[in-house]
Structure formats: C-alpha cells, structure tokens
C-alpha cells in the first residue's frame, strides 16, 4: 500500500471512530438534578445529582469539584459516605457535608452518598460540578429562596426547564422528581443563571392513579427520638402482594403539622416492613396519635399513647402494643430487654443448704484428742472432763506452763474435793498422836510417883 493510500486509511479510521464514540462521549452528562439548600429545624442540606446520559459518569478523578464559591474534593469514604464515585446511566448520587448523618435520616434511599465540604446560602447560590483542568462546567445549576423550599422542609426539583418547589416534604431523593408528570427524566441540564422559563406557569397534571389497601398497618414507632435523630413510623404489609404506598400520608392527632406524604413510587413488598422518616418532629411527647391516612384522607390505621421516653419505641406484639427499648425500625419486633437481677435472702435459702453453726471452745491447757472430747450441740460451751484433762496433763504436756491455777482450771472442783480430805485426815492424826504423847505422859508420872510413896519396898 502506498504512502498516500496509508494516508487516507488512517484519516478514515480517525473518521469513522469519531463518528461512533464522540457522541457516546458526550452522552455521559451529569446533571444536578436537586438541592436542599435550607432544610427545616434539624435538617441535612443535600444535592442529588444525576447521570442523564447513557454512559458511565466518572467523578472520581481528583480534578473532579464539587464548587459553591470554593473547589471541594468528592469522597465516598471521607465522612461516612458509600457508594462509588461512578454513576451509571439513570443513577442518582447525593452529596452532603454529614453523610454519615444523612445515611441515618434517609432511610428510605441506599444508594450512593458522596462527601464534601459544603455550606449552601439560605438566599441564593449557584453550584456546579467542574473539571479544574477544564474551562467547561460539568454540571452546574443557580437557585435563590424566591423559587421556594425557603425552610419549610421541601426542596427544589429541576423539571426539566425550571426549578420548582417539591410537592412532597423532604423533597425525592434518589428518585424520580415530584414536579415531573408521568414519571418524566429531566432532558437538559439546569441553567447557572435565572431564566424567565422559572416564571412560566406549569400545566395542571393529570390526576394520578393510587393504589389503596386495607391490609397495611403501623407496626412501630419512635415519638421521641435521640437528639439530633428524626421521628419515625414502621408500616407493615400483611397482604401476599406488594403495595404501592404513593401518595399515603402519616400525621398525628392534632394536625399541627403538614401530614408526611410517603413519596411517589414507594412500595411495601408483600409480608414486609418499610419505615417512614419524618422530615420534621411532629409527635407530641406527652402523648398524641399516629395515624396513616389513605391519599384521599380517610384514616386506615391509628394508635394513641400516652407520655413517651426518649429512645424508647412503641411497638406491636401479640399481646398488644408495648414500649420497648430495644427499637427495630424495618425489622421484626423487640420486647424490652431487662437485665436480670437477683437478690437472695436468708429466709428463702433452699432447703439443701445448711446454716453455718459457731460454736466456742473454753480456754483449756492442752489440745484435747478428738476422740475423747465432748462437744455438746445443745450448748457452745465446750465440756471436759477430769479423766480427760488430767490425762492432758501427763507427759505430753510441757512442764513450763503447769501452774497451780492452770491445774485448778484444768481439772475442776473433784481436785478441791481431795485436798480437803487430806487436811482432815492430817489434822486427825495430829490429835491421835497429840492424845497418845499425853497418856504416855499421864503413865510416867504416876509410875514415879508410885516409886517415891513405897520406899520400903
């Protein structure tokens, strides 16, 4: 093949693969699709992009910002976020400054949260998506309190031309925009700059259809939540099919607040659980009423009670609806767990247990042999013997420590006794001798005196 026929195979290989791929390319576009720029009281401001094109977006490049007057970074692992930073066709991502605590309030919506820093004007901003090695925004959008959503609790949905107010509290992240007809994409990316189109009145839709059911009930809730935690209600379905819940409301007895709108497209799997956050804290403390109303008002199911704990919920069990502090927002039920403790008393010992008995053991010279000292239950006072003791006292016991008095102590009153008989026999004898030197005496005398009277003899 010759040089210039290379030449123009090369130029149509260019050609033909500019032809296939560019308007691929260009078809991943990443539109910022809503924004919660002054949430109600307790609230998370969030910005719910999405992928409108038909391929991959990728935003993980480091030269990837988010921008609301100063470059941010995005992250899915910084604070809490999840997900990835590759948003597939169709796909919704939202970024938030506390993802961590957007992952808890949003319980409804598991897809993919990006961090980065973020402070949005409560009056007016403009916000994009940029490429800082790029003099083209990537995505880009400007709002300001007139458009509405100025802290009541809604946000501001892109319709496709203009932004407007959400129908529903909370606004619809992660799915479709409550402002669409029909379930509609947006088709152009939002303006960074007001348009007149925002003034243009949009055409009254078409009354949607609702499905209704009488099989779906409260089965749990948390009138008082931790600080900084959201109010919320658990709805079980008891049917064999799924619910489409759109358009439901949950409010509470008194009406003091706008009823919470279960958003469109929310479904109720058969035999299943889903649990409603409330946008803003709307049960009373001291006791109110949990209703959940069919979307043409009539109220299906309601539970009253009374003064609430904080963390603690209330929930359905077969015995009926109790408090417990184990709450299980989307799972089955849980009583109270209580930490057992016991307390046992001397009276109530079982009766395999013995008391302990004391007893005291008089003072004694000697250690008694076991064998030969009685030990008497009736009485704690140890009884010996002067058998015993005295056989104690023989050559087993040290010389050193026999006194009279550890005698005296040791043997008792029988060792009294005894020396008291030997006095008297003692003295007796005395006497006896005293009477026999006297008579000898008496003898001598007369005998001498007889002498002296017969000389003559």
Request: glycine content about 6%; aromatic content about 8%.
């Amino acid at each position: 093949m010759g040089r210039l026929n290379k030449k123009i195979f090369t130029a149509t290989t260019i050609l033909l693969a500019a032809f296939f791929i560019v308007p691929k390319i260009a078809s991943a576009e990443i539109i910022i699709n809503e924004v919660m720029y002054s949430p109600a009281k307790g609230g998370i401001e969030w910005i719910e992009l999405f992928n409108n094109g038909s391929l991959n977006a990728d935003l993980s490049s480091p030269d990837i910002r988010f921008y609301d007057g100063t470059n941010h970074l995005l992250s899915v692992s910084k604070n809490g976020g999840r997900g990835s930073l590759i948003l597939l066709p169709g796909e919704y991502a939202l970024l938030a400054d506390d993802a961590l605590s957007l992952a808890t309030s949003l319980l409804n919506y598991s897809g993919t949260i990006i961090d980065t820093v973020m402070s949005l004007n409560n009056t007016s901003d403009t916000l994009k998506i940029i490429n800082t090695k790029s003099t083209t925004d990537l995505a880009s959008m400007f709002y300001e309190k007139n458009m509405g959503a100025a802290g009541n609790g809604k946000s501001l949905e892109w319709d496709g031309a203009a932004l407007k107010e959400s129908s529903v509290d909370g606004g619809t992240p992660g799915q479709t925009n409550s402002v669409l007809t029909n379930g509609a994409t947006p088709s152009a990316a939002p303006s960074a700059s007001p348009t007149e189109s925002s003034a243009t009145p949009t055409p009254t839709p078409a009354a949607p259809s609702y499905e209704y059911s009488q099989k779906v009930f409260i089965n749990e809730f948390l009138s008082w939540p931790e600080d900084n935690a959201k109010e919320w209600v658990e709805l079980f379905n008891a049917d064999s099919s799924a619910i489409n819940l759109s358009g439901w409301q949950i409010d509470d007895a008194d009406n003091s607040t706008s009823p919470q709108v279960i958003p469109a497209d929310t479904t109720i799997d058969a035999n299943g659980f889903l649990v409603i956050s409330f946008n803003k804290n709307a049960l009373n403390n001291d006791g109110d009423k949990v209703r959940l109303l069919w979307p043409d008002d009539q109220v299906v199911h309601s539970v009253t009670y009374d003064k609430s704990q904080q963390g603690r919920a209330v929930a359905k069990f077969d015995s009926g609806w109790l408090w417990t502090n184990q709450p299980t927002p989307g799972q089955t039920n849980k009583k109270s767990f209580v930490e057992k403790n016991e307390v046992v008393l001397l009276a109530s010992a079982p009766s395999n247990k013995i008391m302990a008995i004391e007893e005291a053991v008089a003072i004694q010279v000697g250690a008694p042999s076991p064998d030969k000292t009685a030990i008497s239950r009736k009485s704690p006072t140890m009884e010996v013997s002067t058998e015993n003791n005295i056989s104690q006292l023989g050559e087993g016991a040290p010389t050193d420590t026999l006194t009279d008095n550890n005698l005296a102590a040791a043997t008792g009153e029988p060792l009294k006794s005894n020396s008291s008989l030997e006095s008297i026999l003692a003295l007796a004898g005395v006497i006896a001798l005293s009477s026999l030197a006297a008579g000898g005496l008496i003898y001598f005398r007369r005998q001498k005196q007889f002498d002296i009277e017969s000389p003559d003899d």
